[in-house]
């Protein structure tokens, strides 16, 4: 069964640190997404790679950073946590090609919470 | 500006009734829509795809409705179960790029006994 595997479900962070949301891949996807999910908003993308060591920005960026040193692995980076930031995050992955034909492969998600 | 707008936001009904979602659209040039079903919790995982040649598709107790002319697109759920409680989220892809993925809001639909 393939798989996007977040790091962790849940995690409690203060405010100033720096967080690392990890993201695994199993199904050589080529292209990894990072969104952000809160109430009455959607998702919102954050950041998308579609190659190891590419990266583009999203629609809100700002506060973010991201890592794809290998194919499988897409992680988010919260430089100095906000809380703002408090959200549920969830990683994707996708085939490369049509666009949305082939469908996103969701992780269970990461809900974030910033005190 | 792209958008793509669900209805209603929440909705309440009970097991074995039928229910629709709508999903309606902005986006431009249009490539596929497809629903997603999101349950409390975890990520959303795919129902239904469709093109733009496509009208109608099922997966079982989801029919998913497209008229590409209006814009706009439904899902039906037959004999609802209590498993059925979830947020359903409308994603419309664009043509071209690498991300050109629109979401809706979702709807969320509980069952109750």
């Known amino acids: 069964d393939v798989k996007v595997t977040q790091s962790s479900r849940y995690l409690v962070k203060r405010t100033g640190e720096k967080v690392f949301l990890e993201c695994v891949q199993d199904m050589d996807h080529e292209n990894m997404f990072w969104y952000r999910q809160d109430p009455g908003l959607g998702l919102r993308l954050i950041y998308f790679?579609?190659?190891?060591?590419?990266?583009e920005k999203g629609d809100i960026p700002e506060g973010y950073s991201v890592s794809r040193e290998k194919k499988e692995r897409f992680s988010l980076i919260l430089e100095s946590a906000s809380t703002n930031q408090t959200s549920m995050y969830l990683c994707a992955s996708s085939l490369s090609g049509r666009v949305g034909y082939y469908g996103y492969t969701f992780g269970s998600g990461t809900r974030l919470t910033v005190v | 500006k792209n958008q793509v707008e669900q209805s209603p936001q929440s909705l309440i009904i009970l097991e074995g009734k039928n229910c629709t979602l709508q999903c309606n659209y902005t986006v431009s040039p249009f490539s596929n829509l497809r629903w997603y079903k999101q349950d409390t919790g975890r990520g959303p995982v795919s129902l239904t795809i469709m093109t733009f040649s496509e009208n109608t598709k099922s997966n079982g107790r989801y029919t998913a409705t497209l008229d590409a002319d209006t814009k706009q697109s439904s899902l039906h759920i037959t004999a609802s179960q209590l498993s059925d409680s979830a947020s359903y989220i409308c994603?419309?892809?664009?043509?071209?790029?690498?991300?050109?993925?629109?979401f809706g809001t979702g709807t969320r639909l509980t069952v109750i006994p």
């Open positions: 790679s579609y190659d190891v060591k590419m990266k």
């Open positions: 994603v419309v892809s664009v043509s071209g790029g690498a991300n050109n993925l629109f």
